[in-house]
């Protein structure tokens, strides 16, 4: 693990989690200020938001790759970089147009009588594939504390705008959704002035062979099914939740589910560093293990920390954070933090073998996850924990087949390794 990732993580893991420290201030200030029924539309809706937009998961895998790639091109990756943009704004619209026609179909899935949210919620997918588009080129750019420095500022200028709209002028869980929408915004514009600058283009005569075009849509594959299956284990809860259930139920459960990912989201912030670092490792024929030994290590040591705290003061965190309205969480809370930690393992491992093109684990997580589906359509939910034993057993799945098809497939170099550390 080299000297200048582990000093970018360290700062990564204080701007990117004081970040995340202000994404949970607006979420207990919301949960104060709302009504437990409105708490629970407003995190349905933004939880839905997450999942239709999925594929926004693959541009900063795309970008980031070639980027590197072809960092020492820098003509050849503007044009390239270029053409993407254009790629991803058209397929923005469309994504808009779709959006629009089934805007009934999404209330009725939410069972939300208004559809003002479900706008609003459409134009803040547009807004965040945009913004996503720009915060990769960053990423690919290997400027890993600019990166999370903005996401910092995204962050807390959204929660300005709740105290401001939400606090101060009383509005609901619709001014909430807006705070998101005008923080992005501000911040797109931002990050649209840092990569304008390194991504002009000054000759347009590069020809850019048809087959990178062939091998970005080959990587696109996986890259999108990989984060499919994450986002839709991770933030289909919330959802099905207020799919199954009432407002008020919703709003309980919504509140276990934010409590419960802190776990989660602390580790992961490295994943924006992790991932463009093991495609630059390999690109210098480096090995990589020493950063997936770091990332699993930390990973491990904060979930697991996290649970433990989790189990022995669920009751004062969710009246800490939350308030005694929301007492009820503690059925879900442990469950949830357990779920999530696994998530978090299963999130670095998916990260890696995206980065090192080994795709062999979408074999057996597709499968896992269509068996999952099964026990959605055909179980019988009688409260949240149902949805969430689901989702529970489906994610130690995800994780015992990958971790077991990793050690079957590679057990010959494991072996070898093996014997040479213990007879050497």
């Not at 869980?173 to 840092?194: D, E, P």
Request: proline share 2%; charged share 10%; net charge positive.
């Amino acid at each position: 693990m080299t000297f200048n990732f582990a000093k970018s993580s360290f700062w990564i893991l204080i701007i990117a989690n004081s970040a995340n420290v202000a994404q949970y201030l607006s979420q207990l200030v919301l949960g104060r200020y709302l009504t437990v029924a409105d708490y629970g539309i407003f995190n349905a809706v933004n939880s839905l938001g997450l999942l239709v937009g999925g594929f926004i998961a693959a541009i900063p895998y795309i970008v980031s790759k070639y980027m590197i790639f072809y960092q020492d091109n820098h003509e050849f990756r503007n044009n390239l970089l270029n053409k993407i943009i254009v790629f991803v704004y058209v397929s923005n619209f469309i994504l808009l147009a779709i959006l629009f026609l089934f805007v009934n179909e999404i209330g009725l899935f939410l069972k939300i009588e208004s559809l003002t949210p479900i706008y609003i919620f459409i134009v803040l997918i547009f807004l965040h594939v945009i913004y996503k588009l720009y915060d990769s080129i960053l990423q690919g750019l290997r400027m890993y504390v600019t990166h999370s420095v903005q996401g910092a500022i995204l962050v807390f200028v959204r929660l300005l705008f709740i105290v401001l709209l939400v606090v101060y002028l009383s509005h609901s869980y619709n001014a909430a959704l807006l705070s998101q929408v005008f923080a992005t915004v501000i911040v797109l514009g931002l990050i649209y002035h840092i990569s304008r600058k390194t991504i002009r283009v000054t000759n347009k005569n590069i020809n850019i062979p048809r087959t990178i075009y062939k091998d970005m849509f080959r990587y696109s594959i996986p890259v999108m099914l990989t984060w499919g299956i994450l986002i839709l284990i991770s933030n289909m809860d919330i959802p099905l939740v207020k799919h199954y259930f009432d407002e008020y139920q919703a709003g309980i459960y919504s509140s276990a589910s934010i409590i419960g990912k802190i776990g989660y989201f602390l580790p992961t912030v490295l994943l924006h560093a992790f991932f463009p670092e093991v495609i630059n490792n390999d690109k210098l024929g480096k090995s990589s293990i020493p950063l997936l030994a770091f990332m699993l290590g930390i990973t491990l040591l904060i979930c697991a920390s996290y649970v433990l705290v989790v189990f022995f003061f669920k009751e004062a965190l969710i009246t800490l954070l939350f308030g005694e309205k929301y007492l009820l969480a503690g059925e879900y809370l442990t469950r949830i933090t357990i779920f999530m930690s696994i998530v978090g393992v299963i999130t670095v491992l998916f990260n890696f073998f995206l980065a090192k093109e080994i795709y062999y684990y979408l074999y057996a997580s597709t499968i896992v996850m269509f068996l999952g589906c099964l026990a959605f359509v055909f179980g019988e939910m009688n409260s949240p924990n149902d949805i969430l034993s689901i989702l529970l057993y489906t994610s130690t799945a995800l994780l015992v087949t990958t971790v077991l098809h990793t050690f079957y497939r590679y057990r010959e170099h494991l072996y070898g390794w093996f014997y040479k550390e213990r007879y050497s």
